[in-house]
């Protein structure tokens, strides 16, 4: 295979990867929103005895393929990060060789984390750990994708434009762990006993939104800065780093609104199930974003 065909085919398994491991992201959410948590009631089995589901299960059968089918998701996760991690070494990018590694570890790790969570009968702490190694899993698959494509170092760009958007990395993921806790505070568990926080939900919720407020404000003023201030030296860069930072505020204000929403009709599955997405999607996006922004090149004073 040639080393283009080997390049295509590593930036291929990279997208893949990133469409696996947020697909494993909405069919864990569909787990929970259907109560189907312990529908395979143990673990590494689906019930005692076998790997498989069985019909003498008590469990509804509903519920225990839709729990199985998101196991099964692991492995086909874990093939593409094998495939990905040979791709890596064919092209002889050593750069990538710890990245696409640590998919390979962080999806193993994942089984894992996916069977403390079972066996500690859904523990929210468990369900939140599960979804934050998902939520890595989903960067380290996104920095591996960017990083594959080789981008050009071109103009300058300011500390404080770089320092804004890690900052805006930082509040992302404080927003995303409130979210955990709002979710393991709320009603829907993945099962009728399983244990919960504790929370208030209404202050965990509001905490939550305090928090995006805080990235909206931060996004809106690092667009401002895009536009109105001598950040990066090449306008074409520059245009392009602002067209991302655009949808990305689009994308923020849509989960907003549908977080504000949901809190006020009682939380209703499918309402859930479109903010699960949408974390997925804005969370790539950011990631994306801040390994792009870091391409611009080296940094540059505000005042030139």
């Not at 009603?187 to 244990?195: E, F, K, L, N, T």
Request: proline share 5%; glycine share 10%.
């Amino acid at each position: 295979m040639t080393t283009t065909l080997v390049s295509r085919a590593l930036v291929l398994l990279t997208r893949a990867l990133v469409v696996a491991q947020s697909a494993l992201v909405v069919t864990g959410g569909a787990v929970r929103l259907t109560k189907s948590g312990l529908g395979c009631p143990t673990w590494p089995e689906c019930a005692p005895g076998s790997f498989l589901p069985s019909p003498h299960q008590a469990e509804d059968p509903l519920n225990i393929w839709i729990e199985f089918i998101n196991r099964l998701l692991t492995f086909l996760l874990f093939a593409i990060a094998v495939a990905t991690l040979i791709a890596v070494i064919r092209s002889k990018r050593k750069d990538l060789r710890l990245l696409a590694a640590l998919q390979i570890l962080g999806i193993l790790g994942q089984g894992v984390v996916g069977g403390i969570t079972v066996l500690t009968k859904l523990h929210p702490a468990a369900v939140g750990s599960h979804f934050i190694l998902s939520i890595a899993l989903i960067a380290g698959a996104v920095s591996l994708g960017e990083r594959a494509k080789r981008y050009p170092s071109r103009g300058e760009v300011a500390p404080v434009a770089r320092n804004i958007v890690r900052g805006l990395l930082l509040l992302g993921l404080i927003v995303i762990t409130l979210g955990i806790v709002v979710t393991g505070s709320g009603p829907h568990a993945g099962d009728v006993a399983a244990p919960r926080f504790g929370f208030e939900i209404r202050t965990v919720a509001w905490l939550h939104a305090d928090f995006v407020i805080a990235f909206i404000g931060l996004l809106v003023a690092y667009l401002l800065l895009l536009h109105f201030a001598p950040v990066v030296d090449d306008e074409t860069m520059k245009s392009a780093r602002t067209k991302e930072a655009r949808i990305l505020l689009t994308i923020t204000l849509a989960q907003g609104a549908i977080g504000y929403i949901q809190y006020f009709t009682g939380v209703p599955e499918l309402l859930v199930m479109a903010h699960l997405v949408g974390v997925a999607i804005l969370w790539s996006a950011l990631v994306r974003h801040a390994i792009r922004a870091s391409a611009f090149g080296s940094p540059k004073s505000l005042t030139g």
